[in-house]
């Protein structure tokens, strides 16, 4: 029985403690843009309170300034 490394780089024992999520963050250029992450529950909760997270298409969409009319 193994460990499964999230990208948080924190270690859970079972594939259902992984959340993916989309995280609204910077690149190295200082752009807007979207990260796809495997995280722990801690990491979820974390990223959640500072508002993060992006829950869906439109969400994505709005961080990078992507307007559909
Ligand atoms: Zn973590």
């Known amino acids: 029985m193994g460990f499964i490394r999230a990208t948080c780089g924190h ?32 990491c979820y909760q974390t990223a959640e309170l500072e508002g993060r997270i992006l829950y869906d298409q439109d969400q994505e969409n709005k961080w990078l300034g992507i307007d559909y009319d």
């Open 11 to 42: 270690e859970v024992e079972n594939i259902d403690d992984l959340k993916t999520v989309a995280l609204a963050e910077y690149s190295r250029l200082n752009q807007r843009c979207v990260s796809r992450a495997s995280v722990c529950e801690s």
